[in-house]
T-cell receptor, first 112, second 115 residues
Framework: DQQVKQNSPSLSVQEGRISILNCDYT??????FLWYKKYPAEGPTFLIS?????DKNEDGRFTVFLNKSAKHLSLHIVPSQPGDSAVYFC???????????FGTGTRLTIIP | DADVTQTPRNRITKTGKRIMLECSQT?????MYWYRQDPGLGLRLIYY???????NKGEISDGYSVSRQAQAKFSLSLESAIPNQTALYFC??????????????FGSGTRLTVV
């Protein structure tokens, strides 16, 4: 039972445009959400997070939006740069359960 | 030095062999995790530990065992490797169970192939 889903395995975006990566979850107990970025031959690196008490969090070019009623979060990257080409994982956890559940990942390719 | 170091980086082993993957961290965190990555399946939790005396099974622990030798060291063993354990394995450490505030810190991974 996949509790965290990334339904788009891949996404291609022109350099300079907005990249939008989506993530859906089913467990209403999740109250903390994170996005990770992964380059080939490297481990995932933390990008940005959001608590369920918020609906938006920004960090430079990266913004995460959370829609609790729809159990949906998204990552917006504006403007997209070639170095953003990577696999992006969303992850969710709840403060009572002490571990994270990851999605299946979306491969983002930025076209120069 | 990397915050989380995994050894070996790559390993090919035969079916039925016992193999150990090692992980050490310099973050000073109590929480450590072993994840497995397979194409199309994302990262799945194998085992996790909150301190040297606290080991917990994750969602796919069958066929694996772990040892927390010290706060900084967390090893994953495959008692009798089988081909469907071929995967990319990641160790991670964290200040909190959800990763708040700065997320889990992952190692660079071990690519394991069982032939």
């Amino acid at each position: 039972d996949q509790q965290v889903k990334q339904n788009s395995p891949s996404l291609s975006v022109q350099e300079g445009r907005i990249s939008i990566l989506n993530c859906d979850y089913t467990n209403s107990m999740f109250d903390y959400f994170l996005w990770y970025k992964k380059y080939p031959a490297e481990g995932p690196t933390f990008l940005i997070s959001i608590s369920s008490i918020k609906d938006k969090n920004e960090d430079g070019r990266f913004t995460v939006f959370l829609n609790k009623s729809a159990k949906h979060l998204s990552l917006h990257i504006v403007p997209s740069q070639p170095g953003d080409s990577a696999v992006y994982f969303c992850a969710a956890g709840d403060f009572g359960n002490e571990k994270l559940t990851f999605g299946t990942g979306t491969r983002l390719t930025i076209i120069p | 030095d990397a915050d989380v170091t995994q050894t070996p980086r790559n390993r090919i082993t035969k079916t039925g062999k016992r193999i150990m993957l090692e992980c050490s961290q310099t973050k000073g965190h109590d929480r450590m995790y072993w994840y497995r990555q397979d194409p199309g399946l994302g990262l799945r939790l194998i085992y996790y530990s909150f301190d040297v005396k606290d080991i917990n099974k994750g969602e796919i622990s069958d066929g694996y065992s772990v040892s927390r030798q010290a706060q900084a060291k967390f090893s994953l063993s495959l008692e009798s490797a089988i081909p469907n354990q071929t995967a990319l394995y990641f160790c991670a450490t964290s200040e909190s169970g959800t990763g708040a505030p700065g997320g889990y810190t992952f190692g660079s991974g071990t690519r394991l192939t069982v032939v």
